[in-house]
């Protein structure tokens, strides 16, 4: 048990590094992308190369990943200072997130099926 | 008093989860249903939100490696993905691109702000990925998140929905579609609707949020 918890701080503090380093990259030669994303790319990068074993931070990621919600509650939270904004544009911002929505899931879904599709009948 | 918010944030981001797990269905989502729990408590306590930021602070402190461990899921369902990679591509860069375009016409027909404009361009992908796109191009990265949490919650509660209204039926293009446009909120969903929908929407919503941070800096002055 206490072995497990030694192991999961340990990859948590390996993925925490990895991030820092990206934080650090971002800012130094001021790349125009998120530290995430430079994250994300070059832990893909690692496993794809075979550089570093998927297993090594396995447990850490899936911890971190599975209570991803939690770390966004504290953020919107601040909400709570929008109050007014949202009281007197609730109908345009719900339109915008509702129509755009809806476009973004036919186009994504469509394309998707029908590109599938075609290429079922060419089999 | 930090220690308190802290303690009642973990204390509603429990109750939530339980909550979620007695009734699941989308309007449970913990993060919708904790962040009530919680401003509800700030405001009858007639806390302001200035309070609580250093409490935020040290919450928020592993929301970046959490953010970059997503690249393990999306290794692991590489596979899924490879198997249709033209399909998937084509359908994820033109949905994400409607999907952007659609929201910053729809609020500037609104006669929304510059900043309003840019926060919404963002709202399809991740919460920290959006948080940082947002700021390059001019938004504010509280609104963004606002935004991001209402698409997620939208598609989470309506996508399945819309989806079968359209008749798409296919589980890859419906996991493919709801992790577009609704992030990780509509990907908890997804998983329950089956393996496939949940890893194809994983995958589309860390490749969304990459294409969407790469191409906004120069799509959104065009729009």
């Keep these: 048990m206490k072995k497990e918890w030694i192991m999961l701080i340990g990859q948590i503090t390996c993925l925490t590094a990895v991030y820092q380093l990206s934080v650090f990259l971002v800012s130094f030669f001021h790349l125009p992308v998120p530290a995430t994303v430079l994250g994300m790319a070059m832990l893909l990068f690692l496993f794809s190369k075979g550089l570093v074993q998927i297993r090594f931070v396995e447990k850490g990621a899936l ?4 209570h991803l919600g939690f770390f966004f ?14 009281q007197s544009n609730g109908l345009a911002f719900t339109v915008m997130i509702a129509g755009s929505s809806l476009i973004g899931l036919a186009v994504t879904a469509g394309i998707s099926d029908c590109l599938s599709q075609k290429r079922r009948f060419r089999k | 008093m930090t220690a308190f918010f802290v303690a009642a944030t973990i204390g509603a981001y429990f109750l939530s989860r339980m909550l979620a797990r007695r009734f699941p269905i989308p309007l449970t989502t913990p993060v919708l249903t904790s962040t009530v729990l919680l401003i509800a408590l700030l405001s009858t306590a007639n806390i302001p939100y200035r309070d ?16 970059v461990s997503l690249a393990v899921p999306l290794y692991q369902n590489w596979n899924v993905l490879k198997e249709r990679f033209f399909p998937a591509v084509a359908g994820l860069v033109v949905g994400t691109l409607s999907t ?10 609104f006669g929304l702000s510059e900043t309003i404009q840019a926060s919404a361009a963002v709202k399809a992908i991740t919460t920290p990925v959006a948080m940082e796109a ?6 504010d990265p509280a609104i963004a998140v606002a935004f991001v949490i209402m698409a997620g919650i939208f598609g989470a509660v309506f996508g399945p929905f819309v989806l079968t209204l359209f008749k798409i039926t296919d589980p890859f293009s419906r996991g493919l579609s709801i992790g577009t446009v609704s992030h990780g909120i509509g990907t908890s969903q997804a998983v329950l609707e089956g393996p496939i929908q949940g890893a194809v929407s994983s995958a589309a919503m860390g490749l969304s949020a990459i294409f969407t941070s790469l191409v906004l800096p120069w799509l959104f002055p065009i729009l």
Excluded: D
Aim: aromatic residues 12%; glycine residues 8%.
């Design chain 1, 63 to 66: 911890f971190l990943t599975k």
């Design chain 1, 73 to 86: 509650i504290p953020i919107a939270v601040s909400l709570m200072s929008y109050g007014k904004l949202f």
């Design chain 2, 52 to 67: 609580y930021i250093p409490a935020k602070e040290i919450m928020t402190f592993l929301l970046g490696p959490a953010t």
């Design chain 2, 100 to 109: 952007i375009a659609s929201a910053v016409w729809i609020a500037s027909a």
């Design chain 2, 134 to 139: 947002a700021v390059i191009v001019g938004g």
